[in-house]
């Protein structure tokens, strides 16, 4: 887990509402039901960062609930203040590497997609091998996601939209569901983040993926 500067109103966060919201580290796979009020499809999004897109999908999309998966404790802490302010109850949150959760937590076939919003580039050419989209972690997620399910992608950096498709091209798994057989637009169900207005202000334009498992 990456650590960082918390703030007083992170760390109570952390202490006050991680029991409520949180996932512990186990190695055990997860009962949805322990965890959700509501029977529903779940969906889990990868480093979500602040947590802003999480907590406004889950307003948008209340009839599924969500878990998010973030290294960063300062991330982690700033969506529980945000679950609490707006009093949503269909968000988990899991504070550890996304490769062990979803190896250890869930049980293979019963996430309905997996959504990765503007992860790390990695754009030196030495750095590549870092990035999260590789082939091995691409497996990993269609164990995870059911016939049917989706895989959402996006980046404003466009060589790792390349990278991306390059590597999704080589799946078997997944069928990309891009009339041109690149990108999709912007789903609804995908807020518009600072990280996204960053890139555009920067002049970059912001590429969805979007792939059904087969």
């Known amino acids: 887990m990456r650590g960082g500067r918390l703030t007083v109103a992170q760390q109570h ?53 969500f878990i998010g998966v973030e290294v960063h404790e300062p991330g982690v802490g700033q969506l529980l203040m945000a679950l609490d302010e707006h009093h949503i109850e269909n968000v988990r949150v899991a504070n550890e590497d996304a490769v062990v959760f979803l190896k250890q937590r869930i049980v293979p076939g019963s996430l309905a997609g997996i959504r990765i919003y503007f992860a790390d580039p990695w754009p030196k050419k030495r750095h590549h091998k870092r990035r999260i989209i590789q082939p091995d972690f691409v497996g990993l997620l269609a164990s995870c996601i059911r016939q049917g399910g989706m895989l959402h992608l996006a980046t404003d950096w466009q060589p790792y939209a390349d990278h991306m498709l390059e590597v999704m091209a080589d799946s078997k798994d997944f069928r990309n569901l891009s009339a041109t057989g690149d990108y999709c637009e912007r789903p609804d169900w995908r807020p518009h983040t600072k990280y996204e207005q960053r890139g555009e202000n920067l002049g970059h334009e912001v590429r969805d993926m979007l792939f059904e498992r087969s």
């Open 13 to 65: 966060a952390l202490d006050e509402l991680w029991p409520h919201y949180g996932i512990e580290q186990h190695e055990t796979v997860l009962e949805f039901d322990d965890y959700f009020d509501q029977q529903a499809d779940v969906v889990v999004e990868i480093g979500f960062g602040n947590g802003k897109s999480t907590w406004q999908m889950a307003q948008l999309e209340p009839e599924k609930n």
